[in-house]
């Protein structure tokens, strides 16, 4: 049972519009409509006061929206992996508000974190807790495949999702692929699920190896994944003819195109991401084209800061 204002049906609209602006219903249950009265889900922290005759405050079955609600502000300021939010609003008293109402009007999140920064070789967030407990263990789930994870221990973020889906459809039944940079393994179980492919996912931080077994194991594929905990630049160069690398390290991804080439076979394809302005992205181009590939799609994958954003750009090999 879960606490409602019931109110007649005539003066309904006038009872919702105040509660919302008061931040005062549950979005997580439905308004629901009786024959001459409305019940409105309630926050549990909210007190009803306005005494009108024929409202009243009651013990109801809740019945589950189909549609999970946001904060109003909370729109693109938080990412939501499994059961863990994580967000990068710097203003702390925002960050907390926003922290305090996740968990408030979304049962199923169960820790609210602040990332301080991303750093080091592994790409791990500095993360602090706003709300909830403090839990690092997740599953989330992505175009089908379900995935395990530490946000602590290992990189991972749920914006890629969709450019992941995309090029999994890139990728035809049968093609070598080389994730050089996988962490737990998103884009070579999106493809392997999409395709019979052979991918060989590289990463040199053990946590994120790990998982990615575990979520090979746990997930029902159509390719193979063949898994190196390693240093990319060292373990490249045992691949020959191969007809795809990913490079998903978007700060340092340049320094290893080179090597990758050298096992990129004739014709082959680089997914390459890089955090890039605008200028800075056309003499990225410039620099492909001079080292012997073709630009065969540029797309944003979101944006990062005022003026840069995640590029992502498919090369083609023309030539050694
Ligand atoms: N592709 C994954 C994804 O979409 O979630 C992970 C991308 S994350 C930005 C970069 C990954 O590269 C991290 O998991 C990190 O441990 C790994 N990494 C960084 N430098 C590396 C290196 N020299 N060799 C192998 N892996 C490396």
Known sequence: MTKHLKVPKKDAQRYISVMRSADGIDNNYQIQKGSDFVLIPLNQDFTWQETV????????????????????????????????????????????????????????????????????????????????????LTKYRENGIMFQLDVSKVYFSPRLATERMLVSKEVTDGETVIDLFAGVGPFALNI???????????DSNPHAIEFLRKNVANNSLRGKITSYCADSAEKIVEFHDVDRIIMNLPHEAFSFVIAAKKSLKAGGIINYYEILNVQELEERMETF??????????????GYSKTQSMYSLTLRKLRE
């Open 289 to 302: 084209r001079d080292m012997g590939f073709e630009l065969v799609a540029k797309r944003v994958v979101h």
């Open 53 to 136: 005759p024929g409202s009243e405050v009651v013990d109801a079955e809740g019945q589950l929206s189909k549609t999970k609600f946001l904060p109003k502000e909370a729109g693109g300021a938080f990412d939501l992996i499994g059961e863990i939010a994580i967000t990068k609003i710097r203003e702390e008293g925002r960050a907390m508000e926003l922290a305090r109402r996740l968990v408030l009007t979304h049962p199923n999140i169960k820790a609210v974190y602040l990332d301080r920064g991303i750093s080091g070789e592994y790409r791990l967030r500095d993360l602090k807790l706003l709300s909830g407990s403090e839990i690092y």
């Open 192 to 202: 392997a699920k999409a395709r019979a492919a052979i991918i060989i996912a590289i």
